[in-house]
């Protein structure tokens, strides 16, 4: 595995991973203190206008399905508790650090629209909150917009056929960067400080089976991930979306138990979507 890490910092040698914002920090030490306080952890995210403009964002979105909108980031954090306030932070951050132009922007939007569908998939899934669900949906691709901040033009035909061919995609990119984005994004995710679990379903989520994954929360994100992903690229590409991203939705379903009219109450909901700029 070691091996597997020093191979993905050469394929982005000349770039920083980035760092952790110092909201995320200063809001990780707070909330893990022994007497943690609603109060500072709003105003660690109020002092960030930015950040706090997209938590909010999110918090009022059909991600979190609130009964009434919420107008401030205390009565978020009061509505929602601690540790899930804390997810949405990191995934506003993680929005607000590769949204871009071009690729970059075209990876993040199909990202928002994975995070998004997890967020409803995770309604029947035992244990992964639809805050954990949509934190993940947007880092499992981290490791993408990495290779596309580092050379769009080189990068851009692999993302898009990894949305029609997971499985070759995953091999053609180590082909050309003895690495691939899901090896890339755990060292940003482990920088981040994000769960074990999650990053392993990182590493993971291009896995041609999930009955291959011996933990069943890291194989739940992994079947999440792989239905979200054949719900967009149904979506973005219809009659040209290939059998191996169907049969790649398929394991997803059949891991999550999930019947054809649930995904399809998930996809028409993502068709209804104005989240994204």
Request: hydrophobic share 45%; with cysteine.
């Amino acid at each position: 595995m070691q091996q597997k890490f020093q191979n993905a910092m050469n394929a982005i040698r000349g770039q920083s991973i980035p760092e952790l914002p110092d909201e995320i920090l200063l809001l990780e030490k707070e909330i893990t203190s022994k007497f943690a306080s609603i109060a500072v952890v709003a105003e660690i995210i109020e002092k960030n206008a930015t950040l706090s403009g997209a938590v909010l964002k999110i918090v009022n979105s059909p991600v979190v399905k609130l009964a009434e909108p919420l107008s401030s980031i205390r009565e978020a954090v009061n509505i929602l508790g601690l540790d899930n306030i804390y997810n949405l932070v990191v995934a506003a951050a993680v929005q607000n650090l590769f949204g871009g132009q071009g690729l970059l922007k075209d990876i993040m939007d199909y990202s928002v629209d994975v995070a998004f569908c997890m967020a409803d998939i995770s309604e029947w899934v035992a244990d992964v909150s639809r805050d954990e669900a949509y934190m993940l949906g947007l880092f499992h691709n981290v490791g993408a917009m990495m290779l596309a901040s580092q050379d769009e033009a080189k990068y851009d035909g692999l993302f898009r056929s990894s949305m029609s061919i997971p499985i070759l995609s995953l091999k053609k990119e180590e082909a050309i960067y003895g690495s691939n984005h899901a090896i890339i994004g755990v060292l940003v995710g482990k920088k981040w400080h994000l769960p074990t679990e999650m990053l392993n379903a990182i590493m993971l989520h291009h896995n041609e089976k999930c009955e291959r994954i011996k933990n069943d929360n890291v194989r739940a994100m992994v079947a999440m991930i792989k239905v979200a992903s054949g719900i967009v690229s149904e979506i973005s590409l219809g009659a040209y979306r290939s059998a191996e991203m169907r049969d790649y939705e398929k394991d997803g379903m059949q891991e999550l138990m999930l019947e054809d009219h649930v995904v399809k109450e998930i996809r028409t909901a993502l068709m209804s979507y104005t989240f994204k700029d």
